[in-house]
């Protein structure tokens, strides 16, 4: 399967974007599918989980409540809506598949190549 993400840009702090996901080759309604974040110089961390159905959702703490995931299973796709944004924002942006694990704490099959946003002003 393929991951193509889209979306990224340069936004000032407090601005929004919404990163896509698509997906192909692959039945995308039947995994359960994740955004993470690399910043520069760093690994790259776990940011958000979603089911296979769009009902259960898994945000870690430094996100919740400004970004939320969700998908289109008619389309194929993931999405990363992005809110009030901060400069430690700032890196990659990748999604993946989730194959094992919990949705606070999956494993991951498949990732994307990923899409660059930066946060600054």
């Known amino acids: 399967g393929q991951l193509v993400e889209s979306g990224g840009g340069f936004v000032q702090p407090g601005e929004s974007l919404r990163l896509s996901c698509a997906a192909s080759?692959?039945?995308?309604?039947?995994?359960?599918m994740a955004w993470a974040h690399q910043a520069p110089g760093k690994e790259r961390e776990f940011l958000a989980a979603i089911d296979q159905t769009d009902r259960f959702t898994f945000h870690r703490d430094s996100v919740r409540g400004r970004f939320a995931i969700s998908r289109d299973n008619v389309k194929n796709t993931l999405y990363l809506e992005m809110n009030s944004l901060k400069p430690e924002d700032t890196g990659v942006y990748f999604c993946?598949?989730?194959?094992?694990?919990?949705?606070?704490?999956?494993?991951?099959?498949?990732w994307g190549q990923g899409t660059q946003v930066v946060v600054s002003s």
């Open positions: 993946a598949t989730v194959t094992g694990g919990e949705l606070w704490s999956p494993s991951f099959g498949s």
């Open positions: 080759g692959f039945i995308f309604d039947e995994f359960r």
